[in-house]
């Protein structure tokens, strides 16, 4: 994305954080270019501390893998290996967990990400 158009997505949404009337919603836009390193920070700092104001029994996802640095529809940088974290945050918020698949349109990168998260939730459900 060329310099200027980024800083006009900076300017519109980055900033934006909509809680919703009752403080139940999150809403976090994610900029393009943006990689793991950048899904870490808003976890820590957002998206944990959010959901520890409800602790949730259930915790319902819609799995969007267009985040692929080979999927051109987002322009995001994560790689099949980060969606593991990925769901590693969501298990740390309740274990009971439902993964909605919805989007991702690079059938490879798409394939090999949702081994991942499925790898992790596996693994963790072994553990119990």
Avoid: W
Wanted: aromatic residues 12%; charged residues 20%; contains cysteine.
């Amino acid at each position: 994305m060329p310099f200027d158009e980024y800083k006009l997505f900076e300017r519109r949404y980055l900033n934006i954080v909509i809680q919703g009337k009752f403080n139940n919603v999150l809403n976090l836009p994610i900029a393009p270019g943006s990689t793991i390193e950048n899904y870490h920070q808003l976890f820590e700092a957002k998206v944990l501390p959010f959901f520890k104001n409800f602790s949730p029994d259930l915790l319902i996802v819609s799995a969007g893998y267009d985040a692929n640095q080979t999927d051109l529809m987002s322009k995001v940088n994560l790689q099949p290996q980060d969606y593991a974290p990925l769901a590693q945050y969501c298990m740390e918020i309740t274990s009971k967990v439902v993964f909605g698949l919805e989007g991702g349109y690079e059938l490879d990168s798409l394939s090999q990400s949702v081994l991942e998260t499925v790898k992790y939730c596996i693994n963790q459900s072994n553990k119990i």
